[in-house]
């Protein structure tokens, strides 16, 4: 069936260091794919998104392209800092004559130390 | 209003007590999910309306939950008899048909089952 597979944290890292997470996809359609993040004690907000292959969503430094061709959508930022420490989430989910719910990934816990 | 309202925030029930949590999605968005957050961070889904209407309930433990979304009423998910294992964050989130802004969710309701 469809999935998300994230890379398993926790990722620890200093201020101003480059950040990725990994996420990989299995879906039998074209799914949207999202990026969530979740500050601690709080609901998901979401980060980011793209819609169709090559598409790239960026929002506060972060990124992300969908690859069709890899099946992935990492997520990036080139400068983390301290107030980025949260859990991510991957996530595939609709597409046109398929499911409408979101499929989310297991979730990267990120700690960015000063 | 452009934000998903989930009441209460936090819920403590005893064993085998019902528990009732409550989501006003955003006006003009067809679409409610209810996913259960535990320990771990998975998020678990359980179930999505389209209106008042039931789209999909893969997710839902059938013999103890059930949820509705009612015409001028807030959807609600109910838990009868509830067990330790109930114990999560139940987050709500609504979206457009086209999902086209990605799915908004609410700040989510703790049950506790002690």
């Known amino acids: 069936g469809d999935s998300v597979t994230q890379m398993e944290g926790p990722v620890t890292l200093s201020e101003e260091a480059f950040l990725t997470i990994n996420c990989t996809y299995t879906?039998?359609?074209?799914?949207?794919l999202f990026w969530y993040v979740q500050y601690p004690g709080e609901g998901l907000q979401l980060l980011l998104k793209?819609?169709?292959?090559?598409d790239k969503g960026s929002n506060k430094g972060f990124e992300a392209t969908y690859r069709k061709e890899t099946t992935s959508f990492h997520l990036e930022k080139g400068s983390v800092q301290v107030s980025d420490s949260a859990v991510y989430f991957c996530a595939l989910g609709p597409f046109s004559g398929g499911y409408n719910k979101l499929i989310f990934g297991a979730g990267t816990r990120l700690a960015v130390h000063p | 209003g452009e934000e998903v309202a989930q009441t209460p925030k936090h819920l403590v029930r005893g064993e085998g007590q019902k528990a009732k949590l409550y989501c006003a999605p955003i006006?003009?968005?067809?679409?409610v999910f209810w996913y259960q957050q535990v320990l771990k961070n998975e998020f678990k889904f359980l179930i999505s309306f389209q209106n008042e209407n039931v789209f999909d309930e893969t997710g839902m433990p059938k013999e103890r939950f059930s949820a509705k979304c009612l015409p001028n009423s807030p959807c609600s998910l109910e838990i009868q008899a509830t067990k330790l294992e109930d114990s999560a964050v139940y987050f709500c989130?609504?979206?457009?048909?086209?999902?086209?802004?990605?799915?908004?969710f609410g700040s989510g309701t703790r049950l506790t089952v002690v």
């Open positions: 989130a609504s979206s457009t048909i086209q999902a086209e802004y990605g799915y908004t």
């Open positions: 879906a039998t359609g074209y799914p949207s």
């Open positions: 006006k003009g968005h067809s679409y």
């Open positions: 793209a819609t169709k292959a090559d």
